[in-house]
Structure formats: C-alpha cells, structure tokens
C-alpha cells in the first residue's frame, strides 16, 4: 500500500485558483490509479477526479470538468489537482486516493490521505 499526503488547500476567492498536490511514500506508485475525492459538511464524498497509471486517460464528473485538471509525475510519487474558477460550492474537504483496481469504479480506492481543506469565498 501506498501512503498519501495532500497538501495546497486553502481559502480563495470565487473565481480563483488553487493547486492541491498529493504525494505518495511506498513502492510502486506508478501501479496506482488516483484519484481527488471530495467531502463538504452534510454530504457524501464524491469523487471530482480521476487518472489512470500513465496519467494519460482522466476522468472528470460534469460538476467540475473544464474547470478541475488532473495530472501525475510519476518519477516524484506526486499527483496534482489543478482547480480553476473556483465556486463556493466547491468547498469541502478534498482528499487523495489511491486504487490498483479499477478508476472508474469509486468504492476501489483503498488508500486515502488524511485531507486538505478547501474553501471558497463569495
């Protein structure tokens, strides 16, 4: 298993910019799918964004595809998440995970960081 660490999260206006990073300590990150989960208070977490182990086939759900990119080097154990014009609902805790099975299946990401928060000013 891999161990994750998120970091990067802050407050931002509406409008703005932040870039969440993740890094990964354990053998074998490049074996990994990963992905940016989500949480805000009295919600389920939801997954916001996702990238195979080459980093070359991503995932986005429509709530934040064109405005959220994710992308990974692998050669730093790192996987990044470009979040631009940012709304106030895109408040929550974000969280990095990890999955050897399959990306486009949420319930397979087995390893998670601790979270970074996120939060969105009108």
């Known amino acids: 298993q891999v161990q994750l660490v998120e970091s990067g999260g802050g407050l931002v206006q509406a409008g703005g910019s932040l870039r969440l990073s993740c890094t990964a300590s354990g053998r074998g990150f490049s074996n990994y799918a990963m992905g940016w989960f989500r949480q805000a208070p009295g919600k389920e977490r939801e997954i916001v964004a996702a990238?195979?182990?080459?980093?070359?086939?991503?995932y986005y759900p429509n709530s934040v595809n064109g405005r959220f990119t994710i992308s990974r080097d692998n050669a730093k154990n790192t996987v990044f998440l470009q979040m631009n014009s940012l709304k106030p609902e895109d408040t929550a805790v974000y969280y990095c995970?990890?999955?050897?099975?399959?990306?486009?299946?949420?319930?397979?990401?087995?390893?998670w960081g601790q979270g970074t928060q996120v939060t969105v000013s009108s």
């Open positions: 995970a990890a999955t050897r099975g399959s990306m486009w299946n949420p319930a397979s990401f087995g390893s």
């Open positions: 990238i195979n182990w080459s980093g070359e086939l991503p």
